[in-house]
């Protein structure tokens, strides 16, 4: 998997709850309310949508090698050199067994992307249950953002992979983009957007140099698959 990546959104991860916690010390002064409308998550609902069904381990198989090639054509569009692995790792003792395709870009151009991981995770020496994830990492020009008021990132690389995973090929960014600016402009600087799109769970978290974003399905219980979809397509 990429590490370059990683390494970006643990930063993120680590600042952003930190901003969540000195928030709640003081809900009454004015950079305390600032930080918190950033930084707060409303509850998502992925309960609806085509993703959102009790896969098996099969099917959920079939649709992520479906994907991958989406992925794989998008990558190749855009010119990057990628990588393709299928290997098993650990995590807390337990196996994972990782089937992706990534690249690291090691000098992007301001808004051009950085990384980019596509797999499929599964869980256990039983394979009993998964995720499939989509991971993205923007070099952010958010200097030229603060000062136009103006960025959209639906015209970034970003977009092409998201049409893929989401079937959405004009989607609307707008509210997404108006977030970003706000929390560009916030004190921090920084903060954290969630959403649903058919059964997706989308997170993007930002700061001043990188917008991280993430499109995941549920973690799947293969053990316990909707047997009336197995048979449909």
């Not at 090698?65 to 807390?92: I, P």
């Not at 603060?146 to 707008?174: A, C, M, P, V, W």
């Amino acid at each position: 998997m990429s590490k370059r990546i990683c390494t970006i959104l643990m930063s993120l991860i680590i600042t952003t709850s930190l901003i969540g916690c000195s928030s709640t010390k003081d809900n009454n002064t004015e950079e305390n309310t600032n930080s918190k409308t950033v930084t707060e998550v409303k509850k998502v609902d992925n309960s609806q949508g085509s993703w959102a069904k009790d896969y098996s381990l099969d099917k959920t198989k079939g649709y992520f090698k479906d994907y991958l090639t989406k992925m794989e054509k998008v990558t190749e569009e855009l010119g990057m050199e990628y990588s393709k692995e299928e290997v098993v790792k650990e995590d807390d003792g337990k196996p994972v067994t990782v089937n992706s395709i990534y690249f690291d870009n090691e000098k992007p151009d301001p808004n051009k992307m950085e990384s980019m991981f596509f797999g499929m995770k599964i869980f256990g020496e039983d394979l009993s249950s998964g995720v499939i994830e989509l991971k993205l990492s923007l070099n952010f020009d958010s200097a030229e953002a603060i000062k136009t008021g103006n960025f959209d990132l639906g015209n970034t690389s970003f977009n092409k992979y998201i049409d893929e995973f989401t079937g959405q090929s004009s989607r609307d960014y707008s509210e997404i983009n108006k977030k970003i600016i706000e929390g560009l402009k916030s004190e921090k600087g920084e903060g954290l957007i969630e959403n649903s799109i058919d059964g997706l769970n989308e997170e993007i978290r930002f700061n001043k140099d990188y917008i991280v974003y993430k499109l995941s399905t549920k973690t799947y219980d293969f053990k316990n698959p909707d047997p009336t979809i197995e048979n449909n397509n």
